[in-house]
C-alpha cells in the first residue's frame, strides 16, 4: 500500500532499496533476523545484525533514563543474535550526540549499555561519535553459531508446532499512562532470549524475534517457509498483571504490540514434547499456540473457532 505522499511501507522500501545491489556470496544474506557470514574457523559461522534507537521514535527523554536507552539499544540487537541461536561475540557502536547529552549523560548511556554486555558476555571493539540534533545509537552485533546451525525464517514445514517464548504484550502496554512498574519494565529494559535461543538450536526449524508485533513477524516466518498458519489466539500467554491493566486490549496488546523481544518458533512435532521438557530444566516459558499448515492461509481464531482480525503490527513508513 502507498500513502498519499508516495510512500510505500518499511518491508517494501527495503526490498526496493536492496534490489540495486548484486546478491552477496554469503551462507545468508539480506531477509533473516542476521546476516549469516564465514566465520573465523572452519567450524562456525558468524551471524551479523544492525540496528538503530532514535531520540522521539524509540525512545523519549521523559520516560527513559540514559541507562535505559544504553540497555535498549544493544538489547534489541541481541534479541537478533537469540533468534538465530548465535553465541553473542562483538559490537561496534556508533553515537549520533546532540548538546544536551552531557559526560554525565554520556556515560548514563554507556553503564546501561555495558551491564547488559557483561551479562552477555560480549565486548565492544569499536565504533564512532558524532555530533547531531538529536541522539541515535547504532550498534553492529556479531555472534557465532556452528557452521549451518543458525536458527532462519526459512525452516518451517507444515505441521510444525508454532511456539512462542515468554508472555506477550507487555511492553506495549507500558507505553500506557498509568501502567504498572512491571509492564513498563519491559518496554524500558527488554532481556533478549539468548539462552532459549542456544537452547532451541536442537529443536526448532525455524525462528523470529518480536519486534513489531507477534502477528507481523510470525508472517516473516509464513513468508521465508512458504507455509500458512493456525493460531489459536487465546492460548497466547499474557500475564495477569497486562489482564488486569489492559483489559478487553489485552490480547490485541498480545497480539500486535511489539517490543516484547521474545522468540517464535517452530518445532516438528517428533521434536515437540522434548523442547518443552528441555525448555522447562532451563526455567524458560515456551507455549504451543498453534500450528503451520500446507495452505498459505494464516487463520487467527478463539477457542470457539471464530476468526480474529489481529490489528497491524509496527511499521516504521506505514500511512
Known amino acids: 500500500m502507498t500513502s498519499s505522499r508516495g510512500r510505500s511501507g518499511e518491508f517494501d522500501r527495503i526490498a526496493a532499496f536492496v534490489r540495486h545491489f548484486a546478491r552477496a556470496q554469503v551462507p545468508v544474506g539480506v531477509g533473516d533476523d542476521c546476516a549469516v557470514l564465514p566465520g573465523p574457523s572452519r567450524g562456525c559461522e558468524l551471524c551479523v545484525t544492525t540496528d538503530s534507537v532514535v531520540e522521539a521514535l524509540h525512545f523519549s527523554r521523559a520516560a527513559f533514563s540514559m541507562e535505559d536507552i544504553g540497555h535498549k539499544a544493544l538489547a534489541v540487537n541481541l534479541s537478533d543474535l537469540a533468534a538465530m541461536g ?47 540534533e538529536r541522539l541515535a545509537i547504532t550498534l553492529t552485533v556479531a555472534g557465532e553459531v556452528p557452521r549451518g546451525k543458525a536458527l532462519l525464517r526459512k525452516g518451517a514445514r507444515p505441521g510444525d508446532r508454532l511456539y512462542v517464548s515468554g508472555t506477550l504484550g507487555e511492553a506495549r502496554a507500558g507505553l500506557v499512562a498509568g501502567a504498572p512498574a512491571a509492564l513498563v519494565v519491559r518496554q524500558l529494559r527488554p532481556s533478549p532470549r539468548l539462552e532459549l535461543g542456544l ?62 523481544y521474545e522468540l517464535i518458533l517452530a518445532v516438528p512435532p517428533g521434536r515437540a514434547h522434548a523442547f518443552e521438557r528441555a525448555a522447562e530444566r532451563s526455567n524458560h516459558r515456551v507455549t504451543c499456540v498453534g500450528e503451520f499448515a500446507r495452505s498459505r492461509q494464516r487463520r487467527f481464531v478463539d477457542d470457539r473457532g471464530e476468526a480474529i482480525q489481529p490489528p497491524r503490527g509496527f511499521d516504521h513508513f506505514a500511512p
Not at 546501561?112 to 554486555?117: D, I, R, V
Not at 513489531?212 to 489466539?233: E, W
Open 86 to 132: 548465535a553465541r553473542p561475540s562483538w559490537f561496534v557502536c556508533a553515537l549520533e550526540v546532540p548538546d544536551w547529552v552531557d559526560d554525565v549523560k554520556l556515560a548514563g548511556l554507556a553503564r546501561g549499555m555495558s551491564k547488559l554486555a557483561r551479562g552477555a558476555d560480549i565486548a565492544l571493539v569499536g565504533g564512532n561519535m558524532t555530533r547531531a
Open 199 to 260: 537452547l532451541a538450536r536442537a529443536f526448532a526449524s525455524a525462528c523470529v524475534d518480536i519486534s513489531d508485533g507477534f502477528a507481523q513477524d510470525l508472517g516473516h516466518i509464513c513468508d521465508a517457509s512458504g507455509v500458512g498458519v493456525r493460531v489459536n489466539v487465546d492460548a497466547l500467554p499474557m500475564s495477569a498483571t497486562l489482564r488486569r491493566f489492559a483489559g478487553h486490549r489485552a490480547r490485541d496488546f498480545a497480539l500486535s504490540g511489539g517490543e516484547d
